[in-house]
């Protein structure tokens, strides 16, 4: 099965590779489409032009135009969109938590990305361009994120935004204390004892680390002051946990974290205050709206689920309209997947804002588009379909929010990672290719053509339920 599953990988690639060098870099247009910009409405019978990878005109049709050598793309009775951006997820990660210590902000996802797993593939079909992928949130202070664009059938180099912002994970609560799955001396066992194993805790953790990474910069400010004075000293040790810590006082790494209650989510915010920092973006935060304004006047965004709760403790106070009171506070609001599954339908995961929130179409958009991509400090390329920003589109067969909808095609930066009709038309071989392979096999092994005859079945001895992980846990 591994060789079979081998086999579909690689042919999904060249199949989408070859599209996209088959495709000019040099100018794309979409026409005749109802354009959903994100940013300044909905444009009935519009075009797009993409230039090198970059927007150059939107607007109707008669307003754009292209050379004679552009690419055509006739979106009749289609929606475009901007390419959804997940401003919380885990897929193509090899590895997600570094849960032996309680602050690991030396660590980097980047590190540890597969370019090769499914899921991308799979998230194109669904519309997603641009995803957000974190570190777990099994250490108070976790690892550095990474912002990857899922260019199918590329490297992992071409897949990292170049000069992309640096994000960092935290996590209050539940996980990062693991109250629960713990070998302590009175009960059970589980993972060996780490501290914290409580909330205070998981407060003081972060404090502490803080307070060094506070006299770690004091060192280093001593060092260049006496190397400026003409003086020959020592540099400091250096350390990159606390490179990374001191980078978030500094204000050059920014930190979303994942949290849940509403008093961690106060707790936060204080510390930051005390050391001079701001906390970038809420995750999951899905008791956000009973400290909305509090969040607000902090200035920190809120990325949270549609309508999950009540899978833990922490999650039962959970309400559907949390995203759009979070809005209605003034807080930058998203709708993430944290999920493989979730990030290929994130549009439907929007509409249901609508329903529960009684928001515009145009605000539940902002919400898998343009908002996280200001999360991540991408709008200036991502997030909206305006001149100068990149290319990133998905086009729909109807409205994005009718559950009876569904992606045609995807670009990333004008080139086709995604194209419906050239994925049916390529099922067929596929399946010719596997059974030749599967023929092969099995005259190689000495068996007869014709289809072996089955074995003894083996019902399958049943233990007790299996306990499911949550995604993001």
């Not at 935060?285 to 400290?291: D, N, P, Q, S, T």
Request: glycine fraction near 8%; charge should be neutral; hydrophobic fraction near 40%.
């Amino acid at each position: 099965m591994k060789r079979y599953t081998a086999l579909l990988l690689t042919v999904l690639i060249t199949l989408v590779g070859v599209v996209a060098q088959a495709q000019s870099q040099g100018e794309v247009l979409i026409k005749n489409a109802t354009v959903m910009t994100a940013s300044h409405g909905t444009i009935e019978g519009g075009s797009i032009l993409i230039r090198n990878g970059k927007i150059a005109a939107v607007g109707k049709n008669n307003e754009v135009q292209a050379s004679a050598n552009a690419k055509v793309i006739d979106a009749t009775g289609m929606f475009v969109t901007p390419g959804l951006v997940d401003a919380h997820s885990h897929s193509a990660l090899d590895a997600l938590n570094e849960g032996t210590l309680s602050v690991t902000a030396m660590v980097r996802m980047k590190d540890v990305v597969n370019e090769t797993d499914i899921s991308i593939y799979r998230q194109l079909a669904g519309g997603t361009t641009t995803v957000h992928a974190m570190h777990g949130s099994a250490n108070a202070i976790g690892g550095q994120n990474v912002i990857l664009k899922w260019k199918w059938g590329k490297s992992v180099e071409e897949m990292i935004v170049p000069d992309m912002p640096r994000t960092i994970k935290f996590a209050l609560g539940e996980n990062p204390k693991r109250s629960g799955n713990q070998t302590n001396p009175f009960a059970g066992t589980g993972r060996p004892l780490r501290f914290p194993a409580t909330r205070m805790g998981v407060e003081f953790t972060i404090r502490e680390a803080f307070q060094q990474a506070r006299e770690y910069i004091a060192k280093w400010d001593a060092y260049e002051a006496a190397k400026k004075r003409g003086e020959n000293p020592l540099p400091p040790r250096r350390d990159l946990k606390l490179d990374a810590i001191a980078d978030i006082i500094r204000g050059n790494l920014f930190v979303h974290s994942h949290c849940y209650r509403a008093d961690e989510i106060l707790m936060l915010i204080n510390v930051a205050q005390e050391f001079g920092w701001k906390v970038l973006t809420f995750q999951h935060v899905l008791e956000g709206y009973k400290v909305a304004k509090e969040i607000a006047a902090h200035g920190a965004g809120g990325s949270t689920f549609s309508d999950w709760w009540a899978y833990k403790i922490e999650a039962f106070d959970a309400i559907p309209g949390n995203a759009a009171i979070m809005h209605r506070h003034g807080i930058l609001t998203s709708v993430n997947s944290d999920s493989d599954d979730l990030a290929r339908r994130l549009y439907q995961e929007a509409a249901k804002t609508i329903k529960y929130g009684l928001l515009t179409d145009e605000e539940a958009l902002q919400f898998i588009t343009l908002n996280p991509a200001k999360q991540i400090k991408m709008d200036s390329r991502i997030g909206s379909i305006d001149v100068g920003k990149d290319g990133d589109l998905a086009i729909f067969n109807g409205h994005p929010f009718s559950i009876y909808s569904r992606v045609e095609m995807t670009l990333i930066e004008g080139e086709v990672y995604f194209d419906r009709k050239a994925d049916l038309a390529r099922r067929d071989q596929l399946a010719k290719e596997k059974k030749e392979l599967i023929e092969k096999e099995r005259r190689a092994a000495g068996a007869p053509d014709q289809q072996r005859q089955p074995g003894p079945q083996i019902t399958p001895t049943v233990s007790g339920p299996r306990e499911v992980a949550h995604p993001h846990q």
